[in-house]
């Protein structure tokens, strides 16, 4: 950034302190672009800017909320098989692990350049199918839940040099897709939706499941951010009476929580 090839031009100066419009060489001034074509209605509506919603989800609201609405709902997720498969982005999977129940594969989430270890941020899709979100989790899925925390640390720690201990490792409830999968981020990257609202870490995840309740997470009431524009907060809205004005692939910039 500070080369002969980096023009400033001074918008003003006091003491030792100076402000500075900043031009950097075309090198330094790339930007990284995600294509969605054809874009849907659904797409445009969900990377406009929205109001942000808090609801608290009961474990009987899902019941006869939550997952009436997945049932209904044709969320196409060809491109997650299309991976599992082998058929797309195989040149971009880290690791795989193949075993049909406890396997996964893990590789680089479109958000992140992969140039920067500050905003690592990697994505573990598992092979099992009809574990849709967090609610489904049981004791039957511990053995796949330590395996993703174990093999995909130290696949990172292997690929990338980056230690478990820099890692923040979540899932996301309401996830952005309905096949299990677990977030792996650097812990100095404020990745979009890792806060209060969104994001389960996998080791609690695991020790609520082991310790606390083996059906922990069918009888846990979950707290989720919701975009006023999205059908399912809509339907929440229009069942249960929430206060608010109403105003496919997880590749979204934008921190929502």
Known sequence: MLSRETSLAREFN????SQYLCHPPPSLNTLKSTVIY??????????????????????????????????????????????LEKKAEEERVVFEDP???????????????QKQLENLYLVAICHAHGIKSLRDLNKSHLPLLKNILLKG???IKEKYGVASDHLRIYVHYQPSYYHFHVHFTHLRYDAPGCGTGRAHLLQ???????NIDSDYYSKKTLAS?????DKLYKRFKSVKGVEGEDGGRDVNSENVV
């Open 153 to 155: 640390q130290e696949a």
């Open 204 to 210: 609690d995840v695991i020790d609520n499941i082991e």
């Open 99 to 113: 075993d049909p129940v406890t396997g996964f594969v893990l590789l680089p989430d479109l958000k992140w350049d």
């Open 14 to 17: 006091n003491d030792i302190y």
């Open 38 to 83: 054809p874009a849907t209605a659904k797409h445009l509506e969900k990377y406009s800017a929205q109001d942000v919603h808090f609801i608290y989800e009961t474990p009987s609201d899902y019941e006869t909320i939550t997952l009436p609405f997945i049932e209904e709902q044709s969320f196409s997720i060809q491109w997650v098989y299309n991976i």
């Open 225 to 229: 951010v919701y975009k006023a524009n």
